[in-house]
């Protein structure tokens, strides 16, 4: 199955790196013009040459933002709608994570994820919402497994993207009356990312942490963003306010055998 969005102005929050990268490379391949946000200017500019190689013609911009900053987030997205009209697709992925037992999780720590993953959301869609093509925008926040399946080593991931999902769901109803639909696409492990990195770094760990997903393998940034592209066609355009596992069955308990095979590791035996 192929998508075709060409025309259509694209903006990814945290497209610069893994999942949010990958999910931005998949439009440009598909024929949209990308826009594309992060906090590290170099970043940005490797992001955006990667993205106009994708094709000949192909059309990218980048900012360099933190999304825990408003007022930079909105002077992106001003800029961007200068630049490529009107945002068609946006997805919002910037987040933050590292392993750690929640009695070693300092108040700081806390914060700095839930204000990446869970304010940042909010801050992207909010200031998003007078740029959306309305009606017929389609919103995407990247979730993950931590917000239905409690982990140790991840309360504060848990906390944060637990309340991504509920920003989603009360956006799609918010949002529906002007045409915006909103969903969450939740990653499982994902091959090559920095999430893998941090939480399986040697390659035994990610081998015992493949083990425990019922398909037996790491997900591909490509099936992130082939879900994206479905969620923004027309095949999808009776969805909203859904958050959909794309993480070959890990959820269904893998995820709490593989913290288990993390903590054991992490702490050292």
Partial sequence: MSFD??????????????????VALGFAEAGAKVSVLSRSADKVEAAVAKLRATRAGAEARGWA???????A??????????????ID??????????PAPAAAISPKGFRSVVEIDLVGTFHVLRTALPHLTQPGASVINIGAPQAYVPMELQMHVCAAKAGVDMVTRVAALEWGQLGIRVNTVSPGPIAGTEGVARLAPTEELQKLVAETV???RFGTTRDIAAMCMFLSSPMASYVTGAVIPVDGGWGLGGASASVGILKKAFAGG
Avoid: C, M, W, Y
């Avoid at 929050?13 to 990958?22: D, E, H, P, V």
């Fill in 89 to 98: 697709v946006l997805v919002s992925g910037a987040a933050g994570n590292f």
């Fill in 214 to 216: 019922p398909l037996g």
């Fill in 73 to 86: 987030v909105e002077a992106a997205l001003i800029q961007a709608k200068e630049a490529f009209g009107t």
């Fill in 65 to 71: 933002a933190d999304v825990r900053e408003q007022p």
């Fill in 5 to 22: 969005f060409t025309g259509q102005h694209v903006f990814v929050a945290g497209g610069t790196s893994g999942i949010n990268l990958g």
